[in-house]
Protein backbone atom coordinates (compact mmCIF):
# COMPACT_ATOMS: atom_id res chain seq x y z
CA UNK A 1 0.00 0.00 0.00
CA UNK A 2 2.69 2.57 0.64
CA UNK A 3 4.38 1.93 -2.33
CA UNK A 4 0.84 2.63 -4.51
CA UNK A 5 0.60 5.89 -2.35
CA UNK A 6 4.09 6.66 -3.47
CA UNK A 7 3.19 5.99 -6.92
CA UNK A 8 0.10 8.08 -7.02
CA UNK A 9 1.64 10.79 -5.35
CA UNK A 10 4.42 11.23 -7.88
CA UNK A 11 2.13 10.39 -10.70
CA UNK A 12 0.37 13.62 -9.33
CA UNK A 13 2.85 15.69 -8.69
CA UNK A 14 3.78 18.47 -10.82
CA UNK A 15 6.08 18.55 -13.22
CA UNK A 16 9.22 20.65 -14.03
CA UNK A 17 11.02 20.65 -17.14
CA UNK A 18 14.43 21.48 -15.50
CA UNK A 19 15.38 17.67 -15.37
CA UNK A 20 14.95 17.29 -19.11
CA UNK A 21 16.69 20.04 -20.25
CA UNK A 22 19.47 19.35 -18.05
CA UNK A 23 19.66 15.76 -19.10
CA UNK A 24 19.43 16.41 -22.64
CA UNK A 25 22.32 19.19 -22.16
CA UNK A 26 24.63 16.81 -20.54
CA UNK A 27 24.41 14.13 -23.57
CA UNK A 28 24.66 17.09 -26.24
CA UNK A 29 27.92 17.84 -24.14
CA UNK A 30 29.01 14.18 -23.93
CA UNK A 31 28.18 13.67 -27.89
CA UNK A 32 29.64 16.95 -29.29
CA UNK A 33 33.15 16.49 -27.01
CA UNK A 34 36.27 17.29 -29.42
CA UNK A 35 38.90 14.52 -28.82
CA UNK A 36 38.85 11.86 -26.55
CA UNK A 37 36.24 11.92 -23.50
CA UNK A 38 37.23 12.99 -20.46
CA UNK A 39 38.63 10.18 -17.80
CA UNK A 40 36.55 9.22 -14.66
CA UNK A 41 38.29 10.79 -11.76
CA UNK A 42 40.64 8.51 -9.77
CA UNK A 43 38.87 8.51 -6.48
CA UNK A 44 35.47 7.43 -7.83
CA UNK A 45 37.24 4.53 -9.18
CA UNK A 46 36.81 1.62 -8.19
CA UNK A 47 39.73 0.27 -6.21
CA UNK A 48 38.67 -3.45 -6.29
CA UNK A 49 42.67 -5.17 -6.03
CA UNK A 50 46.08 -4.15 -4.57
CA UNK A 51 47.19 -3.11 -8.17
CA UNK A 52 44.26 -0.83 -8.82
CA UNK A 53 44.38 0.68 -5.21
CA UNK A 54 48.72 1.73 -5.78
CA UNK A 55 47.75 3.51 -8.66
CA UNK A 56 45.45 5.69 -6.57
CA UNK A 57 42.05 4.48 -7.52
CA UNK A 58 39.63 5.64 -5.29
CA UNK A 59 42.12 7.54 -3.31
CA UNK A 60 40.58 10.19 -0.92
CA UNK A 61 36.65 9.18 -1.87
CA UNK A 62 33.90 10.46 0.72
CA UNK A 63 31.15 8.17 1.23
CA UNK A 64 28.16 10.07 1.82
CA UNK A 65 26.64 7.54 4.18
CA UNK A 66 30.19 7.80 6.60
CA UNK A 67 30.11 11.57 6.46
CA UNK A 68 28.08 14.45 8.90
CA UNK A 69 25.87 16.86 6.22
CA UNK A 70 26.89 17.71 2.61
CA UNK A 71 30.01 16.15 1.22
CA UNK A 72 32.15 18.43 -0.64
CA UNK A 73 33.67 16.55 -2.97
CA UNK A 74 34.20 16.63 -7.29
CA UNK A 75 32.22 14.24 -9.74
CA UNK A 76 33.32 16.00 -13.04
CA UNK A 77 36.40 15.09 -14.89
CA UNK A 78 38.97 18.21 -14.35
CA UNK A 79 37.80 19.23 -17.84
CA UNK A 80 34.52 19.77 -16.71
CA UNK A 81 34.84 20.87 -13.58
CA UNK A 82 32.34 23.60 -13.03
CA UNK A 83 29.98 22.75 -15.36
CA UNK A 84 26.25 23.29 -14.83
CA UNK A 85 24.08 21.71 -16.66
CA UNK A 86 20.97 23.46 -14.84
CA UNK A 87 21.61 26.60 -15.68
Not at 5 to 31: F, T
Not at 41 to 62: D, E, F, M, Q, T
Amino acid sequence: VNLAQCVVYLARAPKDVEVYQAYNKAKHSVRNHKGPLPSVPLHLRNASNKVLKSLGYGKGYKYNPDCQGPVEQEYFPPELKGTDFFV
